[in-house]
């Protein structure tokens, strides 16, 4: 193992380096609580996006973290995706969840315990670092490219999250992938690295370690686990998925990368007839249609590339377990492969 996974161990407290990434806008309660408790850091994705009420966000932002929190009694994250206005405002929904999460990690007991880290994501979040920080809560950036890295990292932020191009979800406008990111931003920070983008499985695990990574961070693997409480349509669809049905396309904060369908043909049509604010709210309802009612037809497939490469709806803690026991495995034999010399 590592020396930055140490660091990151110590920080948020988890047994093994994989982390699940944040992902929305229908929860994923369940999910960050069974990862957690199978070692990983489980993370609890932001309630919604638009369209919600101050009340709303507050309230269901902080029922998922105590339901978290009552559901097992290891450390988790939070994910909040920072949206700005044309005029660079922060959104109403990223403000609020990042407050709350604040707000959470100051009353203490054991949620406030339990809730390690907070995941800004899709933006950057510096105005508010500070305030995190100051709560005890550790600061996980995720970015896209070097240059966004060193950025979070000189206004403070504790780890980064390297997430390259072929990511699931939202990802980012100037494509660089996860084998070309990941090293060059290990290379240039003092500060843990955590890997995304493309991994599913102990070999992807035991690159990121080998390449002095922190953590692997996953978010379509685990959403084909029987624990995660979207749809068993949605988690078929990733199984069933074939290579090159992915394709990024115009999302709401950010290029979002998904599964091609019937949906996803008929969306610039319907831009074309809405308002920007108007067509956001629809995006995010054809979202919920895919994730919650299982309309994988007409609804949008929020997926990674990796999809091609999931094959079964494992439970969250065998899934863990075969990535770990896969990681350790090939990290011996190629420590003890480069250890010997050539056969002549």
């Not at 609580?33 to 369209?51: E, K, Q, W």
């Not at 902080?62 to 009552?70: G, K, L, Y």
């Not at 994501?121 to 305030?131: D, N, T």
């Not at 599913?200 to 379509?220: I, P, S, Y």
Request: net charge negative.
């Amino acid at each position: 193992m590592t020396t930055m996974w140490r660091r990151f161990q110590d920080m948020v407290g988890i047994e093994y380096p994989i982390m699940q990434d944040g992902m929305g806008p229908s929860p994923t309660t369940l999910l960050a609580a069974a990862v957690s408790a199978a070692g990983g850091l489980g993370t609890v994705s932001c309630p919604s996006i638009v369209n919600s009420s101050e009340q709303f966000l507050r309230e269901g932002f902080r029922a998922a973290i105590e339901h978290v929190a009552s559901s097992t009694d290891r450390p988790f994250a939070v994910n909040v995706p920072v949206g700005r206005t044309a005029n660079g405002e922060l959104l109403l929904v990223s403000r609020i969840c990042i407050d709350e999460a604040i707000a959470v990690k100051r009353d203490g007991g054991r949620t406030g315990d339990q809730l390690r880290a907070i995941v800004t994501s899709a933006g950057f979040a510096g105005e508010f670092g500070a305030a995190i920080r100051e709560s005890g809560l550790v600061h996980m950036a995720k970015v896209g490219s070097v240059r966004h890295a060193l950025k979070a990292a000189e206004s403070g932020a504790n780890v980064i999250i390297a997430s390259g191009y072929e990511m699931g979800g939202h990802t980012h406008a100037k494509g660089v992938h996860t084998m070309v990111l990941a090293p060059q931003v290990i290379d240039a920070l003092d500060i843990p690295v955590v890997v995304s983008g493309g991994i599913c499985d102990g070999r992807g695990l035991a690159a990121v370690l080998a390449m002095g990574g922190a953590a692997a961070a996953m978010g379509t693997r685990f959403i084909a686990t029987q624990e995660h409480q979207w749809h068993a349509a949605y988690k078929q669809r990733i199984v069933d998925a074939k290579e090159w049905e992915d394709v990024v396309y115009g999302g709401i904060y950010a290029p979002i990368r998904g599964l091609r369908n019937k949906g996803l043909e008929l969306m610039e049509d319907v831009r074309k007839t809405m308002s920007p604010e108007d067509f956001q709210v629809w995006e995010e309802e054809q979202i919920r249609k895919a994730q919650r009612e299982g309309d994988v037809v007409d609804g949008l497939m929020v997926a990674g590339q990796v999809s091609a490469a999931i094959h079964d709806i494992p439970t969250v803690a065998d899934l863990v377990g075969r990535i770990v026991t896969q990681a350790r495995g090939l990290l011996g034999e190629a420590g003890v492969a480069l250890g010997e010399p050539a056969c002549r």
